[in-house]
């Protein structure tokens, strides 16, 4: 299996470091010698586990230790600080030092100078996510089942010292023999001769919080894309699920999306920690996935029908993974420097989420997983959502300001109108190269420019964009990523031959799918009533009925649930010709109707391509959908 690293000469070496604890370890610096971690996954005590941290000698008097306050990809203030208790700091002798707890996530530490090391209890976050309003999105959260599952998001259990989140850790995890691990972080999963100590390494904080690991029973499969071992770690609490059920979806899609990227740089090694979470117990509720540099953690719900669980893990995975373009290899200071604790955010937001969201729908039309009118589909639900956020709201401000208000509650509008700046942008590029550069070539450019160690500065990267492309790009990063104006799409729509229109479709008379056009009127002797506030069919509007209207007669029967079954039954056998007739009250008033039933149609809104465009414009749009 190729889920762990083997290099047994850490193991030597970490073995040498546990053993120089004590009377030796003051010669050793910070800045030189790792800090030494140890995480107790068998010893439970009311849900909690016990973690110690064991830095080298400190020479400064004070020494401040912190639990992130947010990381990176989350963009919101979740306080993992909240989560630990019993805080210890203890001197070589294992007497008490006196420590400060100064917010709910850090605490200052006096005499530093005879820090042996630090403990403290950690409780987790999936068990109370029901009670509480604004919880830990799950795939950041932390799971703590004794004997059968433990999500270790790192920042929940392992904190830092300021001023050294620079230096190397050493993470020593005592853990049940039939639990394994599930982790990209470097180490030796040391089964053998020690079955519940695993051994893993870290260069820098940020490296331990990259690489969350899950602990469950096996299940587990790994497959090689184009030069990438996937692994897909599986945690199903009522055996439900195999990671072997979704393994041949997710070697499809991500060999798609491999073949999309083409030759961008990426990591040899990619994991999947998929938890499904219990539904009728109190248990994850936050689903979805946050990504790091090489896995991500994905939370869904156990209860979701096959079908169901591919998609999500289609459109969840496929997005987790294209966040290896940005912002994972690109991205500005302010993420490459992130501050754990008083973060500064980026203002480009729009391509951090909106270009991974908009790459994970265009990988599917371009690889022939979805069709063209699927595509659309998708763009036009983008674009209805997006209204249900503040549109008159400049992106790059809201993204500078996300965790505050009125921004962080737009903060979902990344996926929709995100997604869609992009689609733009991308119409733009292909309209003036002439159908050659898209939205992935001016990423791939950045990444040669940037990547994963360089960052760009937070605000040049527009001017640099410009500098790259066309004045059109500038014109509309001013207007409407920068600037507030809402986006007229069909403008964009048009440059590739297509509009959004309202098109017929056909429907039934009483139903359209599985979405009944009544309801029933319980309070009120359940009479059969027209729905309100939706679209009626040609059906209900030839008859010039309206939502609320009381159906009394069909056809001289009087109707109540019962009786309007076999109408219902019936009318499947109505051909347009057949004459209806009814009673209905409106406002205390009967009225009556008669006429043809017809062929019953709804009016939607589509994308649609427009007839009699020219040779150039189809290319376009076959460059853009089709590359
Ligand atoms: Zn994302």
């Given at each position: 299996m190729k889920f762990f690293m083997k290099k047994n000469v850490l193991v030597i070496a970490l073995a040498l470091i546990l053993n120089a604890c004590g009377a030796g370890k003051a010669l050793l610096s910070v800045e030189n010698s790792p800090i030494v971690t140890s995480i107790d996954l068998?010893?439970?005590?009311d849900d909690k586990v016990q973690v110690g941290i064991n830095p080298g000698a400190f020479t400064t008097s004070t020494v401040i230790f912190r639990i992130p306050k947010t990381v990176p990809g989350?963009?919101?203030?979740?306080?993992?600080?909240?989560?630990?208790?019993d805080f210890e700091a203890l001197d070589y002798k294992g007497n008490l030092l006196q420590s400060i707890k100064l917010d709910d996530n850090s605490w200052s530490i006096s005499g530093a100078v005879q820090l042996d090391k630090v403990q403290y209890w950690v409780n987790d976050t999936y068990d109370t996510e029901n009670d509480v309003e604004d919880a830990v999105f799950s795939p950041a959260g932390t799971n703590i089942a004794e004997g059968s599952n433990f999500m270790l998001n790192l920042h929940g259990f392992v904190g830092y010292f300021d001023g050294f989140k620079e230096v190397p850790y050493a993470i020593q995890i005592k853990k049940p023999a039939d639990l394994l691990a599930t982790t990209t972080l470097s180490g030796e999963v040391d089964r053998k001769p020690d079955p519940i100590w695993d051994a893993f390494t870290a260069k820098r904080y940020f490296e331990v919080i990259d690489n969350p690991i899950m602990y469950a029973k096996l299940n587990i499969e790994t497959f090689e894309i184009n030069g990438i071992t996937v692994t897909l770690s599986l945690y199903s609490p009522n055996n439900v699920y195999k990671a072997s059920d979704l393994k041949d979806k997710m070697v499809a899609m991500m060999g798609a999306q491999k073949k999309f990227l083409g030759d961008v740089d990426s990591t040899k090694e990619y994991n999947i920690l998929l938890y499904m979470s219990d539904i009728n117990i109190p248990d994850a509720r936050g689903f979805g996935a946050l990504e790091h540099h090489t896995s991500t953690v994905v939370v869904l719900p156990e209860a979701m029908d096959i079908g169901r669980l591919e998609q999500a893990m289609v459109d969840v995975v496929s997005h987790e993974f294209f966040h290896i373009v940005t912002p994972l290899s690109v991205h500005s200071k302010e993420i490459q420097y992130f501050d754990f604790n008083d973060p500064k955010m980026s203002e480009h937001l729009w391509m951090y989420e909106g270009t991974t969201e908009y790459f994970a729908n265009l990988f599917q039309i371009q690889q022939g997983l979805i069709s063209e009118e699927e595509f659309y589909e998708r763009m036009l639900t983008k674009i209805v959502n997006s209204k249900f956020y503040d549109d008159n709201m400049s992106f790059t401000e809201m993204s500078k300001n996300i965790l505050e208000q009125p921004y962080e509650p737009n903060y979902a509008n990344v996926y929709e109108k995100g997604a869609l700046i992009n689609m733009c942008l991308d119409i733009i590029l292909r309209k003036n190269s002439n159908g050659e550069k898209g939205m992935l070539w001016l990423m791939k450019e950045l990444s040669k420019k940037y990547g994963t160690d360089i960052p760009f500065e937070d605000e040049a990267l527009f001017a640099e964009i410009v500098s790259m492309t066309y004045p059109e790009v500038d014109v509309f990063f001013k207007e409407h990523v920068i600037g507030a104006t809402p986006i007229d799409y069909d403008v964009f729509f048009a440059k590739v031959g297509l509009a959004t229109k309202d098109v017929q479709e056909p429907t039934g008379y009483f139903f359209d799918g599985q979405v009944p056009y009544m309801d029933v009127d319980v309070q009120n002797d359940s009479v059969v009533f027209i729905r309100e506030n939706i679209e009626l069919n040609s059906f209900f509007d030839n008859l010039k009925l309206k939502g609320g209207d009381i159906f009394r007669t069909i056809n001289k029967q009087e109707i109540n649930l019962e009786t309007l079954r076999p109408i219902i039954g019936e009318s499947f056998s109505w051909t347009p010709e057949t004459v209806v007739s009814m009673t209905i009250e409106r406002a205390s008033e009967m009225i009556s109707v008669e006429g043809p039933v017809g062929q019953p149609v709804k009016k939607v809104k589509k994308i649609v391509a427009l007839e009699g465009v020219s040779e150039k414009t189809v290319q376009l749009r076959n460059a853009w959908l089709k590359n």
């Amino acid at each position: 299996m190729k889920f762990f690293m083997k290099k047994n000469v850490l193991v030597i070496a970490l073995a040498l470091i546990l053993n120089a604890c004590g009377a030796g370890k003051a010669l050793l610096s910070v800045e030189n010698s790792p800090i030494v971690t140890s995480i107790d996954l068998l010893n439970i005590i009311d849900d909690k586990v016990q973690v110690g941290i064991n830095p080298g000698a400190f020479t400064t008097s004070t020494v401040i230790f912190r639990i992130p306050k947010t990381v990176p990809g989350t963009y919101s203030s979740d306080n993992y600080g909240q989560y630990i208790e019993d805080f210890e700091a203890l001197d070589y002798k294992g007497n008490l030092l006196q420590s400060i707890k100064l917010d709910d996530n850090s605490w200052s530490i006096s005499g530093a100078v005879q820090l042996d090391k630090v403990q403290y209890w950690v409780n987790d976050t999936y068990d109370t996510e029901n009670d509480v309003e604004d919880a830990v999105f799950s795939p950041a959260g932390t799971n703590i089942a004794e004997g059968s599952n433990f999500m270790l998001n790192l920042h929940g259990f392992v904190g830092y010292f300021d001023g050294f989140k620079e230096v190397p850790y050493a993470i020593q995890i005592k853990k049940p023999a039939d639990l394994l691990a599930t982790t990209t972080l470097s180490g030796e999963v040391d089964r053998k001769p020690d079955p519940i100590w695993d051994a893993f390494t870290a260069k820098r904080y940020f490296e331990v919080i990259d690489n969350p690991i899950m602990y469950a029973k096996l299940n587990i499969e790994t497959f090689e894309i184009n030069g990438i071992t996937v692994t897909l770690s599986l945690y199903s609490p009522n055996n439900v699920y195999k990671a072997s059920d979704l393994k041949d979806k997710m070697v499809a899609m991500m060999g798609a999306q491999k073949k999309f990227l083409g030759d961008v740089d990426s990591t040899k090694e990619y994991n999947i920690l998929l938890y499904m979470s219990d539904i009728n117990i109190p248990d994850a509720r936050g689903f979805g996935a946050l990504e790091h540099h090489t896995s991500t953690v994905v939370v869904l719900p156990e209860a979701m029908d096959i079908g169901r669980l591919e998609q999500a893990m289609v459109d969840v995975v496929s997005h987790e993974f294209f966040h290896i373009v940005t912002p994972l290899s690109v991205h500005s200071k302010e993420i490459q420097y992130f501050d754990f604790n008083d973060p500064k955010m980026s203002e480009h937001l729009w391509m951090y989420e909106g270009t991974t969201e908009y790459f994970a729908n265009l990988f599917q039309i371009q690889q022939g997983l979805i069709s063209e009118e699927e595509f659309y589909e998708r763009m036009l639900t983008k674009i209805v959502n997006s209204k249900f956020y503040d549109d008159n709201m400049s992106f790059t401000e809201m993204s500078k300001n996300i965790l505050e208000q009125p921004y962080e509650p737009n903060y979902a509008n990344v996926y929709e109108k995100g997604a869609l700046i992009n689609m733009c942008l991308d119409i733009i590029l292909r309209k003036n190269s002439n159908g050659e550069k898209g939205m992935l070539w001016l990423m791939k450019e950045l990444s040669k420019k940037y990547g994963t160690d360089i960052p760009f500065e937070d605000e040049a990267l527009f001017a640099e964009i410009v500098s790259m492309t066309y004045p059109e790009v500038d014109v509309f990063f001013k207007e409407h990523v920068i600037g507030a104006t809402p986006i007229d799409y069909d403008v964009f729509f048009a440059k590739v031959g297509l509009a959004t229109k309202d098109v017929q479709e056909p429907t039934g008379y009483f139903f359209d799918g599985q979405v009944p056009y009544m309801d029933v009127d319980v309070q009120n002797d359940s009479v059969v009533f027209i729905r309100e506030n939706i679209e009626l069919n040609s059906f209900f509007d030839n008859l010039k009925l309206k939502g609320g209207d009381i159906f009394r007669t069909i056809n001289k029967q009087e109707i109540n649930l019962e009786t309007l079954r076999p109408i219902i039954g019936e009318s499947f056998s109505w051909t347009p010709e057949t004459v209806v007739s009814m009673t209905i009250e409106r406002a205390s008033e009967m009225i009556s109707v008669e006429g043809p039933v017809g062929q019953p149609v709804k009016k939607v809104k589509k994308i649609v391509a427009l007839e009699g465009v020219s040779e150039k414009t189809v290319q376009l749009r076959n460059a853009w959908l089709k590359n």
